[in-house]
């Protein structure tokens, strides 16, 4: 049995760098709490926690003075830095270099339709932390879209600047922008010109692996997609492979693995979402070596 790990899978570099400064801090000593999951994946963060970093919610933030906190890849709305002051609280920000260009635009977009009476679309999972950070910059006026129901929320009538969840699928934001350029075309309203501009706002590191993906996929006999069952980036990755290859399986770590998917004379391929540490795959790695010895040997 012949095991790849796919060199393009693995940390984007915001996670990466994100971890670093974490590590970094807490190597310096004191105590480091972090906003929420630094990534979503259970695996690292009981590595990290070990390590000594707290994870806390937004209720725990506002009890806390005098300490450090890591605020994590995806960004933060302004009340928490507005906070931070307050409560006497040291932030490092370990937020992602793409997400905090991307909050400025939002931003200076909002500031332009306060002005025309139009509205900021985010392309997005409402919650997801990287939503909140970009709706914080429309003082939470932004519309989350995810579904076709969620259109109902938009004015049709009124301008429209839309923007997308850096981490979204390429092919779901152009969809999304033909359905909207769509209901303004049919709206009552067509006769006026309506205002939309959309901006392709997905990061290129997260995009480019969906084609790197599918080749991948498409090169192997059997896939295993190693992600954490929170990561939405994971799902929309591993659908990406389950289309080319109907033997992708989704695990979070190799105590998921069956010996059933595999077989003697297969290509196994292994991969991950940008969430997902490469010592993890690489774990997963050598427990399907370990099974095609042991199988090797029963026979």
Known sequence: MEVTIDKNSGYCFGVEFAIKMAEDEMESGGRLYCLGDIVHNDMEVKRLSEKGLIVINRE???DLRDCKVLI?????????YKLAIENNIELIDASCPVVLKLQHRVKTAF???EKRDGQIVIYGKKGHAEVIGLTGQTRGKAIVV???EDLEKIDFSRPVTLFSQTTKSTKGFYALKAKIQERMADSQYSLEEVDFTANDSICRQVSNREPQLTRFANENDVIIFVSGKKSSNGKALHQVCKLQNEKSYFVENESELDPTWFSEEDKVGICGATSTPMWLMEQVRDYIKSMDQIQSACH
């Open 146 to 148: 995810m579904d076709d």
């Open 111 to 113: 500031d332009k339709m």
């Open 72 to 80: 994590r890849a995806h960004g933060e709305p302004p009340e928490t």
């Open 60 to 62: 725990a933030l506002q």
